[in-house]
C-alpha cells in the first residue's frame, strides 16, 4: 500500500513500511549516514548520524531503523536533531587518524561530504584525540586495510559475508571494537578471494586499493 508522509515539509509517496532513511534519500531529502545498508533487515544503526524526529515519538530515532507509516511526519533539522549528530560525529572523528591532504580518498571521502553537508568541522577540537596506532595490513596483492581510518560502518563485514566469505568481522568491545580478520590473520593468509566487494563499500579510507 502507497502511504503519504511528511518530511521537513516535504510531501513524499511511498510504500507503506519501506525504510525512512532510504525513502527521504530517493526524495532528495539528506539525512546524514554511514552505517545505512539499502535492503539489510537489521541495520546497525552504530554511526548514529540519522537522527530524526519522528512526530509521535518523545525521542529522537534513527532513520535507518523505522519504516514510514501513513501520514507520518518526520523531521530532520530541529536544534535536538542537529546537536546529535554533531555529537556522534565528534566522536567518529575522535579517533580518526585525520591527514586528508595525505590520504587516498580525499575530495571522494564520506566523512568529508558529510562535513560539507552538515556544516561541520573535520578538526573539531570538542573531544579529545585518541590515536588508534594500529598496524596497517597490506599484505593483500590487491587492496590495504588501515584500521586507524575505519569508522566501523560494518559495510564490509556484510559485504564479505554477503559474497559467502566472511573474512572480515568485528572483534573485542566498547571502545576497543576494531574490524579484524580471525585472529588478526593478514589479509593475504585468510581464504579472501579478492572480489573486492568490502573496498567497494568502505566509505573512508580504511580499505583502499593498492
Ligand atoms: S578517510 Fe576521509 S576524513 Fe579521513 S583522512 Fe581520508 S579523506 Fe580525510
Ligand atoms: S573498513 Fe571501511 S567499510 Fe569496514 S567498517 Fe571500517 S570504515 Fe566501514
Ligand atoms: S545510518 Fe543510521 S545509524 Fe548509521
Request: hydrophobic share 40%; charged share 25%; aromatic share 6%.
Amino acid at each position: 500500500m502507497v502511504c503519504t508522509v511528511l518530511i521537513e515539509g516535504k510531501e513524499i509517496r511511498v510504500n507503506s513500511g519501506a525504510n525512512l532513511l532510504w525513502a527521504a534519500l530517493d526524495n532528495e531529502l539528506y539525512i546524514p549516514n554511514l552505517c545505512g545498508i539499502r535492503g539489510i533487515e537489521k541495520p546497525p544503526a552504530s554511526c548514529r548520524l540519522c537522527f530524526v524526529e519522528v512526530d509521535e515519538k518523545s525521542e529522537p530515532v534513527t532513520a535507518c531503523t523505522e519504516k514510514v507509516r501513513d501520514g507520518m511526519i518526520v523531521r530532520l533539522e530541529s536544534p535536538k536533531i542537529i546537536r546529535l549528530r554533531k555529537t556522534a560525529f565528534d566522536l567518529l572523528l575522535s579517533d580518526h587518524n585525520l591527514d586528508c591532504a595525505h590520504c587516498v580518498k580525499n575530495k571522494k571521502c564520506e566523512l568529508q561530504n558529510i562535513a560539507q553537508r552538515m556544516h561541520l568541522k573535520l578538526n573539531d577540537k570538542r573531544y579529545k584525540k585518541i590515536g588508534k596506532n594500529l598496524p596497517v595490513d597490506s599484505s593483500h596483492p590487491n587492496f590495504v586495510f588501515d584500521p586507524n581510518k575505519c569508522v566501523l560502518c560494518g559495510k564490509c563485514v556484510w559485504a564479505c559475508r554477503r559474497e559467502g566469505i566472511g573474512v572480515l568481522d568485528f572483534a573485542y568491545r566498547g571502545i576497543q571494537t576494531i574490524i579484524s580478520t580471525f585472529a588478526g590473520m593478514p589479509l593475504a593468509e585468510t581464504n579472501c578471494t579478492a572480489c573486492l566487494e568490502c573496498v567497494k563499500v568502505c566509505p573512508v579510507a580504511a580499505l583502499y586499493m593498492k
